[in-house]
């Protein structure tokens, strides 16, 4: 049985990289594998478990095809290792983290994936962004007014509130999970 692709979409800040490493558990007791980034950013500005790459060995990695998914967005460039692909067709369901822009890519790659928007309101979105110092003011307001374009234009997705508490959230997730995924 072929595994499922669980594309995990939303801003810069909503808390996708929090829900995954707090889910972590619960999701390979589900038989459900956390794909590990690659990401032209330092590691210590990640804020992810992603592994850091330059943007040369990036380039490099790409032209090798080691990516399954790879994209360009706020000046970065992002991919998901193409292992990916081994764990799907041995029957195992794999979360990543993804790209809002990306997304009509990834489905034409992956037309069975399950796309999880993970929303929060703006205000505390602005919080988040704000509390983490990666960004400045003026790069905040982009973001969110990025985020507010995006409220009407994606189709096809589940969509999962993290403005709760984490605890919530996770639990959110593992009953989708348990929703949208055969079981083993």
Do not use: C
């Amino acid at each position: 049985m072929q595994g499922r692709l669980i594309y995990l979409i939303g801003p810069s800040g909503a808390g996708k990289d929090s829900l995954l490493d707090a889910a972590r558990p619960a999701l390979a007791e589900r038989h459900v594998r956390v794909a590990r980034r690659v990401i032209t950013r330092s590691a210590e500005a990640t804020g992810e478990a992603a592994q850091p790459v330059t943007p040369s060995e990036f380039e490099r990695l790409e032209a090798q095809h080691a990516f399954a998914l790879s994209w360009r967005a706020n000046g970065l460039a992002y991919g998901i290792p193409a292992q990916i692909d081994e764990w799907l067709a041995a029957g195992e369901h794999v979360l990543v983290n993804g790209s809002r822009g990306y997304l009509p890519q990834a489905r034409e790659r992956y037309p069975n994936l399950l796309a999880v928007l993970l929303s929060v309101e703006q205000d505390v979105l602005r919080q988040r962004l704000q509390a983490r110092g990666r960004e400045t003011d003026e790069q905040i307001d982009s973001r969110l007014a990025r985020n507010a374009l995006f409220a009407g234009e994606l189709d096809d997705y589940i969509s999962l509130d993290n403005s709760t508490p984490l605890e919530e959230s996770v639990g959110r997730l593992l009953a989708l999970i348990d929703e949208h995924l055969p079981t083993y």
